[in-house]
């Protein structure tokens, strides 16, 4: 078998075409042809509403968005196997904002609209706590919020440039969803 022949074990067929294989599995592959035959097997049996284009998008970004979380997973997990998640930087309202979540996503929805990711790095609780004790003379407000300084955003910087900055992650708000109507 040459390298770039991946084999679907649904249909047992092998494909040289990456692309086509829309979903993996652990020991498994699915092309889009047998995801189709599939598909078009369960209408003869089940009624399925066909998608419009709207609910065509919204999995498609969904599954993008997927895609990002697992490449993000899987390099915080070879980077560092021992971490539990993401030390974050956010630049929050002209104060950058150090902090630990196992979810950029769900924790991005915490925070309002404009907020930027500025780093993310493999981590732990206490990992945050060492950034924290760091950059203490930067410290503007609480335990985990900071000015900008020079040491600051030399270190993000540095952050960003090991790990790469996910694209797709932080949670992307709708149209007036940030905007709360008295």
Request: charged share 25%.
């Amino acid at each position: 078998m040459q390298p770039w022949e991946i084999w679907c074990t649904f249909g047992k067929h092998r494909s040289s075409i990456l692309t086509n294989l829309k979903y993996e599995f652990p020991g498994a592959t699915i092309c889009s042809a047998c995801q189709m035959a599939v598909v078009e097997n369960l209408r003869s049996v089940v009624d399925i509403p066909e998608m419009s284009e709207a609910m065509y998008i919204r999995a498609r970004r969904r599954d993008t968005k997927a895609r990002e979380e697992n490449k993000l997973r899987a390099h915080r997990e070879a980077v560092d196997p021992n971490s539990t998640g993401y030390v974050y930087y956010m630049r929050i309202n002209g104060r950058i904002k150090i902090g630990y979540t196992a979810n950029l996503r769900q924790r991005s929805r915490n925070y309002p609209p404009g907020t930027e990711l500025l780093a993310v790095e493999p981590g732990t609780r206490e990992l945050e706590k060492r950034r924290h004790d760091q950059f203490v003379r930067s410290l503007a407000q609480g335990r985990e919020w900071f000015a900008e300084s020079d040491d600051l955003i030399a270190h993000i910087a540095g952050v960003a440039e090991v790990h790469p900055l996910p694209t797709n992650v932080m949670y992307q708000y709708g149209k007036h969803e940030g905007i709360k109507h008295v």
